[in-house]
């Protein structure tokens, strides 16, 4: 059993906003008591053949928020993502509310720092954040209390947030048919992630769990929420009898196959900035694109 401070008592009600060209699943989380709330792993538009940023699905929760009357206290990131950007600062620009995310971030900046050759002005301290989370930290949002635990193996900054009975999994796992996120960026480890999806899988059985993720594996319609009860029984990769070893080996030998997400490069960038898109020397924003650095 886990010693986190679950209280499956509390209901909260949840949101989902599913952005298409990114296959993301962004939430608005409200406590049932209260007009607080929380929007977890928002996404900004990027059209990086142009260059060009929106605000069309951050506008979406935005829009939400204001129309139920809503007080936005939190914006989480799971993760540093590698396959969309952030909007929390757009969205903290529009609604207030602290930018939290999971302490190894500050891994994250060093292994990536390096990478996009950033230079003494870029801080390695996690201070783009207002919030960096230690494993069982715990922060109220309204009157219900939220906890975050640290799940590394995906990256080494990884969180899921549980509210009540219901946890965020970030990319821990995906729906029981589409298994687990891939082990092999920088920091990643399958058998550390193995472990942690463990922890996730302590967690009480009819705990809900919301995905990041969704790519409706076999032509599946997107879904987004299942329950630990059905990752144990059904999840392709560590559900049923499957071993650590077997999750290992498979984990290992599947993401030697998989090409980079396609907005990795500018993700990064953007995410390791707690959203911020960095500038050059005059002060414009600017990405770059490091060659044969990935
Ligand atoms: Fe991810």
């Not at 949101?15 to 049932?32: G, H, L, M, Q, R």
């Not at 720092?113 to 783009?128: A, H, L, P, Y």
Request: with cysteine.
């Amino acid at each position: 059993m886990t010693s986190y401070p679950v209280n499956m008592d509390i209901t909260p009600e949840v949101e989902a906003f599913f952005d298409e060209p990114t296959n993301t699943i962004s939430y608005v989380v409200k406590d049932p008591t209260s007009d607080s709330c929380a929007i977890i792993d928002s996404v900004m538009d990027l059209d990086y053949a142009a260059g060009r940023i929106t605000h069309v699905s951050a506008d979406r929760m935005i829009d939400f928020v204001i129309h139920h009357g809503l007080k936005l206290e939190w914006i989480i990131e799971t993760h540093v993502h590698a396959d969309h950007l952030s909007a929390a600062p757009y969205i903290q620009q529009e609604l207030g509310g602290k930018i939290g995310v999971g302490e190894g971030i500050m891994v994250i900046q060093e292994t990536f720092g390096k990478i996009f050759n950033e230079g003494t002005e870029f801080q390695r301290d996690g201070s783009q954040f207002d919030a960096l989370f230690k494993d069982g930290d715990t922060y109220s949002i309204g009157n219900m209390q939220a906890f975050a635990m640290f799940t590394p193996g995906h990256t080494p900054a990884c969180m899921v947030h549980v509210m009540g009975n219901v946890a965020f999994a970030g990319d821990t796992l995906f729906m029981p048919d589409g298994g687990s996120a891939r082990a092999d960026f920088p920091g990643g480890d399958a058998g550390v992630l193995y472990d942690s999806i463990m922890s996730v899988l302590s967690l009480p059985d009819e705990m809900r769990l919301f995905m990041c993720h969704d790519y409706g594996p076999n032509g599946r319609t997107i879904a987004w929420e299942t329950s630990v009860a059905e990752q144990k029984a059904s999840n392709i990769h560590v559900g049923g009898d499957k071993t650590k070893e077997d999750f290992v080996k498979f984990r290992t030998e599947r993401d030697a196959q998989l090409a980079m997400p396609k907005l990795i490069i500018p993700s990064l960038q953007v995410n390791m900035r707690a959203g911020e898109v960095p500038t050059d020397e005059d002060g414009n924003p600017m990405l770059k694109v490091p060659v044969n650095g990935l």
